[in-house]
């Protein structure tokens, strides 16, 4: 290969997503050269975020294109692979590759096939700068679609070229260039990439000094889950297993720096060594090891971004929870598949009441990690859920498992997950099991639920969880977008068809299925079987909202959540167990469902926030008190897209992102979330879901700010053509007249207008939600 002279084009690193599509140029690669940089640039000054505001936005999670993370100058160091981290179709559980976690240095990622992006062999130019040569030699034509030679489905086959391989893939793939399907680097971006290509700096060795208030308050809690007592490690464990994913901050630095607890081998004070695990339960194979804080040294992506304060009050919390209550324990819990596994086992020591008030504190930061995260591609996970419903939770004083102490040690057993079998188990074995524990385990718990209710009355309002009266925990929304998913405090968007209500053992399983249990690397049978017994769980939640409502009603509800999966084994399996008891709250209306939601929503207005104007706005205007005009004019606008069913809502992407205009004298601009609620005749299955899609019942919800970590587009409108816009986008009836509101208002990722659109909505969160804010990942934006 013979050296050229290349400007780097950072944005194109995207471009490592490279198609496996034969264009047919056998000619050799024309690539373009740009005059050598004037000067050196820093790495964390200049480098660093343009490759955070190009590259990271494609290159941050584990779906990233051929492995290669730029969210930080260790991942560019490590460099790219051919082997992928999805694999649906993996019979062998495959080896991890977790940056910072599974190997330490550069020689030992080359050693798992990891290969540079920014060397070459013979002096040649590194594969980084090819491709970015090769991207500006092909640009995409301004604002419009991109040829149907270049796909954008995060499933494709990527074709991951060495700096060796580079000619032959540049010949067949001219278009495979950096930035990869969108438009053009500005000069002066270009500018950096190329003077630090040119001068060879690399990524500086080690991350800046935290600062001294962090430093301090690290001690302490380092301190805290170090104690010595049998007491204090048991609960140590419990916090790390639940904490294992989380971004750590303390809330006096709520932008940052934020930390994941680790074990190490080495104690407070010296540098950390990570014991590397597949599962926070996982053996770790030492004598001694500590619990850590480690800071997290990348970029923060929004989609593995998921925040959990701490502070002097929630160490004082925690001490009373755990520390302070009524147990004492006789023996750690054993490590490992079969005790490790399950919770319910390895830490039936802890007293129910404790764990399960340590979920609802921080439930919106639980059911996040559900469905965020480091799974960044979690269709299978995710397809076990309806597009939008509601989430409340049983209140302790209400739910068997906590007021009868005996409850889980007798069911403890039935309720081990698919991760006590890693990736061994048969998925007809693993059916046919789970099936006749979750029987079994429903039979018992309705024996307890009949001491509870002796006199067969059921439930009233106060069994659900009030929030201790200020806990905005207590309600929550959650949205699936296809593969991915989002979960926001309060009851967001129209009244759904479906909600959940979730008991202590519901909402340990689903975190220990989903998340402590979920390998990512694991085989087939793995995936498979986490979504298969998902489903029970769903149900189960679902049958505990349903005892709310009127005994001749249930059956009905339910069925038509179901159509079409009456015979589905864990539907039978999973019955309603509550015929026998009936409701105590007073139901005025047909619609029961919506009438029992807005009934909790009214209990304390503390816990359900602020109404929500936008969706449910029964009678105009629904204006929020102190809105401005602008804001007036763009809700009144924006309510009549709520809730809306019609043939316009099954064109809309899962989530676009609306940028109103403002004139400059009414304040700044705004930034809006239209969601696309998918409606299934049932959720039973995890195949054929498109002939399961009822269209006709699909609705919007509209949210300000920034629902969803993956836009599939973005819409622009001047605030003097929202009510055009509006009307416009309502009157969409197929593909092409979609086309004509987007060709008006729509950035299209060639727009010369696509990169300084992502920066302003990234700037807009950042100051709207300063502590939740994190890159939003492009690798989903349509072509619309």
């Excluded at 299925?513 to 793995?526: E, I, K, P, Q, R």
């Excluded at 304390?604 to 929020?624: E, F, H, I, K, Q």
Aim: aromatic share 10%; with cysteine; hydrophobic share 40%.
């Amino acid at each position: 290969m013979s050296r050229r002279t290349f400007v780097p084009l950072p944005l194109g690193i995207a471009a490592l997503a490279c198609l496996s599509v034969a264009c047919a140029r056998p000619q050799a690669p024309e690539l373009a050269a740009l005059p050598a940089a004037p000067a050196a640039v820093s790495y964390q000054r200049d480098v660093q975020p343009v490759l955070d505001r190009r590259c990271v936005v494609c290159h941050g999670c584990y779906d990233a294109p051929c492995q290669l993370l730029l969210s930080s100058g260790t991942g560019l160091e490590r460099g790219a692979s051919k082997n992928g981290v999805y694999h649906s179709e993996r019979l062998k559980e495959a080896q991890p590759t977790r940056l910072f976690v599974d190997a330490q240095t550069t020689a030992e990622w080359r050693r798992r096939e990891f290969f540079s992006v920014l060397d070459a062999p013979d002096g040649a130019d590194g594969l980084l700068a090819g491709m970015l040569a090769l991207g500006l030699a092909h640009p995409f034509a301004a604002d419009e679609r991109l040829p149907a030679s270049v796909p954008l489905d995060v499933s494709r086959t990527l074709t991951c070229p060495t700096a060796s391989e580079f000619d032959e893939y540049a010949a067949k793939q001219p278009l495979g260039g950096m930035p990869y399907a969108t438009a053009p680097l500005s000069d002066a971006e270009l500018g950096v990439l190329s003077a630090w290509i040119a001068h060879g700096t690399r990524p500086p060795p080690s991350p800046p000094a935290l600062p001294k208030r962090a430093t301090a308050q690290l001690a302490r809690w380092e301190a805290f889950l170090n104690g010595t007592t049998l007491k204090e490690r048991i609960t140590a464990r419990y916090l790390y297993e639940h904490w294992a994913f989380a971004h750590l901050y303390f809330d006096d630095l709520p932008t940052g720096p934020f930390f994941q607890v680790v074990r190490s081998t080495t104690p407070p004070g010296t540098p950390i060594d990570v014991i590397a695990s597949r599962r926070p339960y996982d053996d770790p194979g030492n004598a001694r090891f500590w619990y850590r804080l480690r800071p997290i040294r990348t970029t923060i992506v929004h989609k593995t971004h998921i925040p959990y304060a701490l502070s002097a009050t929630k160490m004082q919390r925690l001490s009373s929870l755990f520390l302070e209550s009524s147990w004492e324990p006789t023996r750690l819990p054993a490590y490992g598949d079969a005790e490790g596994s399950n919770p319910f086992v390895s830490f039936a020591q802890i007293p129910a009441r404790s764990r399960y008030q340590f979920l609802l504190d921080d439930a919106q930061y639980f059911v996040m990690t559900f469905i965020r995260g480091p799974v960044c591609r979690g269709q299978v996970a995710v397809d076990v859920i309806e597009d939008h419903f509601f989430v409340a939770f049983l209140d302790p004083d209400h739910d068997p498992s906590v007021r009868y102490p005996d409850l889980l040690p007798e069911t403890q057993q039935l309720l081990s997950l698919p991760g006590e079998h890693s990736s061994r188990l048969t998925l007809r074995g693993l059916s046919r099991q789970y099936q006749q524990q979750q029987q079994r385990y429903l039979d018992i718990r309705e024996q307890y639920y009949d001491r509870m209710d002796a006199e067969r009355r059921g439930p009233t309002l106060d069994f659900i969880w009030d929030g201790d009266g200020s806990n905005r925990n207590a309600l929550l929304t959650v949205f699936r977008h296809f593969d991915n998913a989002t979960v926001v405090r309060g009851f967001l968007g129209g009244f759904p068809e479906t909600a959940w209500i979730i008991d202590f053992p519901i909402f340990e399983r689903i975190y220990y299925d989903l998340v402590a249990d979920f390998d990512v690397f694991g085989n087939l049978t793995h995936q498979v079987s986490t979504r298969l017994y998902m489903d029970q769980i769903r149900m189960q939640a679902e049958n505990t909202f349903l005892a709310f409502l009127p005994v001749d009603r249930r059956d009905e509800i339910r069925a038509s959540w179901y159509v079409g999966a009456s015979k589905h084994g864990n539907y039978e399996v999973n019955r309603i167990r509550s015929t026998r008891h009936g409701t105590q709250i007073p139901y005025t209306k047909r619609d029961v469902t919506t009438e029992l939601l807005q009934m909790i929503l009214d209990r304390n207005s503390t816990v359900s926030g602020p109404a929500d104007r936008l969706n449910r706005c029964a009678a105009p205007p629904c204006d929020r008190p102190g809105a401005s005009q602008v804001e007036r004019r763009t809700a009144q606008a924006l309510q009549r897209l709520a809730g809306v069913r019609g043939r316009w809502v099954a064109e809309l992407p899962e989530v676009a992102f609306l940028r109103v205009r403002t004139p400059e004298a009414h304040g700044p601009d705004a930034g809006y979330s239209l969601i696309h609620n998918r409606a299934h005749t049932n959720v039973a299955s995890m195949f054929r879901e498109a002939q399961r899609l009822a269209p006709d019942q699909d609705t919007v919800t509209v949210a300000r700010g920034y629902v969803g970590s993956y836009p599939n587009f973005v819409f622009d409108v001047a605030l003097g053509e929202i009510d055009a816009f509006v009307q416009a986008l309502t009157s969409v009836d197929d593909r092409s007249s979609l086309e004509t509101v987007v060709e008006r208002w729509g950035i299209r990722r060639t727009s010369p207008r696509f990169w300084s659109t992502l920066d302003w909505l990234h700037a807009d969160f950042r100051r709207d939600a300063p502590t939740r804010a994190g890159l939003f990942d492009i690798n989903r934006y349509g072509d619309l």
